[in-house]
């Protein structure tokens, strides 16, 4: 069972939301789109469902060319981010309702619902109606009515996002065994760097509706192919300091400089981009190997174990996710720290040249 997206697009008012993509899902797998408000998504969910048709390309289904089927003949579930219950039904009802509209037998219906309910640890609350249940019991009534079907393909639009954070991290550890008991292909939509993580399998990063890399997320995630999915597989984004390699140096924009080992050792002369992400910041040298630079502290945001600071250096916006909690003053100069080790090197263009050496150890 595979879904197969061939050279797919889709514009509104000539704007285009889906530029060509190609993606292959294969039975038995997670998912994950992960991009920003707006890189497209919820358009591509919507064009894998058959709710909107491509403006070009093919979507096939086992090779089955279904770019024109009805979403209702597709065997297609999808949950949204506000979930939906019928609230003067219970549990039960709720999620039988799409085999009674299939035409099953009770029988039928009452073994599925027995099923899915205990895999989705919602049998005790079968009598009770939705508005009875907490949050996260309401959604996985909504996740139990899409799985019961039975449905080869389960599309998942940010499902937690309106879930406060212990709901949300309940969930999260919930639904790769969920995915896992159901054999179905799950296709998962996140603007969250770490449910992606959290969740595994493979991961397509969009920016501005195009895929920019599909693959195994811990690879997408520690070799992005360019600075785009580095920015994108970053919470917050990546930062960037422009740097150039002369003979056996990389030479940082304070002037720091690191003899060029490993593939760097090979690499031309010239200018580049390096790149780190936020929590690679340091405001205490804690390798004898890391770059000190002096930037500006704007704001900073305390989370109680952990401190975001938002600096300026020489214009660059950086920022830094800092362990414990400091005594910091907005407008201070202030000195922070980059071990190499967490640098990648991206050519001008953005593509990738190297990654983190410690990406390569991982």
């Known amino acids: 069972m595979t879904l197969e997206l061939r050279g797919v697009t889709k514009s509104v008012a000539g704007m285009a939301h889906i530029h060509p993509t190609d993606l292959r899902l294969e039975r038995g797998t997670m998912n994950v789109l992960l991009g920003p408000t707006g890189s497209g998504k919820t358009s591509l969910m919507r064009l894998m469902a058959g709710l909107d048709r491509p403006g070009a390309g093919r979507i096939l289904w086992d090779g089955a060319d279904v770019t024109g089927m009805r979403v209702q003949d597709r065997g297609v579930a999808m949950v949204y981010q506000q979930f939906i219950n019928y609230p003067s039904m219970s549990v039960f009802d709720n999620i039988a309702s799409p085999l009674r ?3 099953k037998s009770q029988a039928e219906i009452a073994r599925a619902v027995a099923e899915t309910a205990e895999m989705l ?13 907490s949050g996260g019991q309401q959604q996985r009534c909504a996740l139990a009515r899409a799985l019961v079907k039975g449905a080869g393909l389960v599309l998942l639009d940010e499902p937690l996002a309106n879930l406060d954070y212990k709901l949300r991290e309940e969930l999260r550890a919930e639904i790769p065994r969920i995915f896992a008991a159901s054999g179905s292909i799950f296709v998962y939509a996140t603007t969250e760097p770490e449910e992606a993580l959290l969740l595994g399998g493979n991961t397509a990063t969009l920016w501005e509706g195009r895929v920019t890399q599909f693959g195994p997320t811990p690879q997408v995630y520690r070799q992005p192919v360019d600075a785009t999915t580095a920015r994108v597989f970053s919470d917050p984004p990546m930062n960037f300091l422009s740097i150039a390699k002369l003979g056996g140096r990389l030479v940082f924009g304070d002037g720091q400089a690191v003899p060029a080992r490993g593939a760097l050792a090979d690499l031309a002369d010239g200018r580049y981009l390096a790149g780190f992400r936020p929590n690679h910041l340091e405001i205490g040298r804690h390798s ?5 630079f002096t930037a500006r502290l704007g704001e900073f945001e305390l989370t109680g174990s952990e401190t975001f600071i938002h600096l300026d250096h020489h214009g660059a916006r950086w920022v830094g996710l800092i362990h414990g909690v400091h005594p910091l003053t907005p407008g201070q100069p202030i000195r922070v720290y980059l071990d190499p080790a967490h640098v990648y090197v991206f050519a001008p263009d953005g593509r990738l040249v190297a990654p983190a050496p410690y990406a390569l150890a991982a």
């Open 121 to 133: 640890r919602l049998t005790p609350m079968l009598g009770r109606k939705p508005l009875e249940l």
């Open 101 to 103: 509209l299939m035409g």
């Open 288 to 292: 004898g190997d890391a770059m000190e």
